[in-house]
Every structure is written in C-alpha cells, then in structure tokens.
T-cell receptor
C-alpha cells in the first residue's frame, strides 16, 4: 500500500460525458501527478501540481483539466469523453518538487471505460 | 527528453540473479537514471536511482557504465513477486516528470 488513494476504482460511462477522478496523496506530500496508461500509448505523464499550483504539463488534452485543493487532494476532470480515453489513470505523490531523488508513490489507479 | 532502450522481455529462474539492461546513449550530464517497476494490476513503484556511481538498496543494485551510456538493474535473487514490467527512466534533477518507455517484462520461473 503506497498510501495514495484513488476513487473510484472503476468507472464506466458513455461518449460525450464528463467524469471526475479523485486522488488523495500520502500524508505530507505536496506534489501530485497524474498519468494515463493505455494499451497503445503506454504510461504517459499528464500533469503535476505542487502545493496547489500547476508545476508541469505533459500530454494532457484540452478536454482534460486538473486541480489541487488546499487540503492537497487532487481531481482530474475529463470531459467530452471519447472511446480513446478509455485507460487506467494513475495518481502519484511525492514529498516535494525537483531534486535528484523525489520518489513518486503511485496509487492503485482508476480504470475508465468509455462506451 | 533523452531516450532509453530496453529489451521487451526477459525470463529468469527463481532465486537466481537477474540483470536487466538499459541503453541511454543520448544521456546528458544532468540526467539521473531511475528504475521503476509495475507489478501486475498495480501502479508503478520506485526501485532505485543513480547518477554516476553504482548504487545498492534493499531491493536491487544499479550498475552504471563509466560513460553513462548504459546501465544494468540487478536483482540478486529473483522471487516470483519480482515478475513485473521494469522501466528505465532518465530524469533531470530540475524536474519531476517521469517519461516511461515500453519497459522490460520480467517473467520468473519457479
């Protein structure tokens, strides 16, 4: 158990819909990351937040957005869903940002299925 | 981002050492070599990292070539629980983004 929790575990929805994935980082961790894992693209970094502020952006679509709240939990919002958005979405957290060693602890993931 | 190259798959016998290679010929001086692994149906987990010198921890050892163009993750005694996809990642100290490649799928035979 990494200490990172993600809800829900599974989500099934239809094309065009909007969903929200939630992540609670390990106690004390200030950085939160979102990754997407699909069969064709592998594991891809989407976005990082550090203490409420966006720190880095990866291959995140404009239809996707995220935020980190004052209590440090984070939400990833996916809208206008397409079949290709079906994937495992992982949240990770780390104590700080930058440095040679900043181990990321990954949650169990949310499996999103778009029908 | 500098690229890493790993074999798609490897097999090992239980309780024998495993050497997982990674090539990173375009590595820059500020890139750290990180290894993560992903057990079946789980999120990735950190294994080890290094810059120039060989590193040991409770999970594994990391051997880094003198020119830093390649590295090897060493599991000293493979167990069935070590069956996973192992990712070799180059990460700059100025950032946190992990760029995962296709990794090496390790199978461990009892």
């Amino acid at each position: 158990d990494s200490g990172v929790t993600q809800t829900p575990k599974h989500l099934i929805t239809a094309t065009g819909q909007r969903v929200t994935l939630r992540c609670s980082p390990r106690s004390g961790d200030l950085s939160v990351y979102w990754y997407q894992q699909s069969l064709d693209q592998g594991l891809q970094f989407l976005i990082q937040y550090y203490n409420g502020e966006e720190r880095a952006k990866g291959n995140i679509l404009e239809r996707f957005s995220a935020q980190q709240f004052p209590d440090l939990h984070s939400e990833l919002n996916l809208s206008s869903l397409e079949l290709g958005d079906s994937a495992l979405y992982f949240c990770a957290s780390s104590t700080h940002s930058g440095g040679s060693y900043n181990e990321q602890f990954f949650g169990p993931g949310t499996r999103l299925t778009v029908l | 981002d500098a690229k890493t190259t790993q074999p798609n798959s490897m097999e090992s016998n239980e309780e024998e050492p495993v050497h997982l290679p990674c090539n990173h010929s375009t590595i820059s001086g500020t890139d750290y070599i990180h290894w993560y692994r992903q057990l079946p149906s789980q999120g990735p987990e950190y294994v080890i990292h290094g810059l120039t010198s060989n590193v040991n921890n409770r999970m594994a050892s990391l051997a880094i070539a003198e020119d830093r163009k390649s590295s090897t993750l060493i599991l000293h005694r493979a167990t069935l629980r070590d069956a996973a996809v192992y990712y070799c990642i180059l990460k700059k100290s100025s950032g946190d983004k992990l760029t995962f490649g296709t990794g090496t799928r390790l199978a461990v035979r009892p």
